[in-house]
């Protein structure tokens, strides 16, 4: 079955404590993303990538790390969480930058 | 600065109450616009892509349609199982990078 895998679901963590949520697609889509989901505000870009080794800031890259190792993997780190990184998170995947990209089911963030 | 905007921002209909949401952008050189549906807590799902002026794409209730400066969801006979937030997004000018700037949605409730 074609999906975008994220993990963990739900996180509570502290301030300052870095984190890692992962992402993983298996169908070797080129393009990858992460978004980032508020009340009021929408969805909003962090990163995304493009390849292999190319990543590139979104709208609001502040706090936030990528890294595009291999293909299917584009985890992100939050080196030192703050209360307001607390959010709704997606990652999404895609074949080109124009067809159906695919969403994971979310991480729901608390920073405390 | 590109921008996607959404109209209305809620809308409540009737079971069989056909109407229209609007997505309106300011990107110049359209390359493609997207939507998708969202439900509460979970990742958004592809609906279409629209890539120029005058082209039109259907799925059941839904038809999307697109002008030089706006898209219009219509949605026709609404049943209950439609209710969803459904967003908008494009790429910004001259991007095939992966960037998308996504609308604030509109949040569609169909009574039965």
């Known amino acids: 079955e074609a999906q975008v895998t994220q993990n963990p679901r739900y996180l509570i963590t502290v301030t300052g404590k870095k984190l890692t949520v992962t992402c993983s697609q298996n169908?070797?889509?080129?393009?990858m993303s992460w978004y980032r989901q508020d009340p009021g505000l929408g969805l909003r870009q962090i990163y995304y990538?493009?390849?292999?080794?190319?990543?590139d800031k979104g709208d609001v890259p502040e706090g936030y790390k990528v890294s595009r190792k291999e293909k299917r993997n584009f985890p992100l780190i939050l080196e030192s969480p703050s209360p307001n990184q607390t959010s709704l998170y997606f990652c999404?995947?895609?074949?080109?930058?124009?067809?159906?990209?695919?969403f994971g089911q979310g991480t729901r963030l608390t920073v405390v | 600065e590109d921008q996607v905007t959404q109209s209305p921002e809620a809308l409540r209909l009737q079971e069989g109450e056909s109407s229209s949401l609007n997505c309106s952008y300011t990107?110049?050189?359209?390359?493609?616009l997207f939507w998708y549906r969202q439900d509460p807590g979970k990742g958004p799902e592809f609906l279409f892509t629209?890539?120029?002026a005058g082209e039109e794409k259907e799925k059941e209730r839904l038809k999307a349609t697109l002008t030089k400066k706006e898209s219009f969801l219509h949605i026709t006979a609404p049943k209950p199982e439609d209710s969803a937030t459904y967003l908008c997004?494009?790429?910004?000018?001259?991007?095939?990078?992966?960037?998308?700037?996504f609308g604030q949605g509109t949040t569609l409730q169909v009574k039965p």
């Open positions: 629209l890539y120029s």
């Open positions: 169908m070797n889509h080129e393009y």
């Open positions: 990107v110049s050189g359209l390359r493609g």
């Open positions: 997004a494009v790429p910004p000018d001259s991007s095939n990078t992966g960037k998308l700037i």
């Open positions: 990538s493009m390849n292999v080794e190319v990543t």
């Open positions: 999404a995947s895609s074949h080109t930058w124009d067809t159906e990209a695919f």
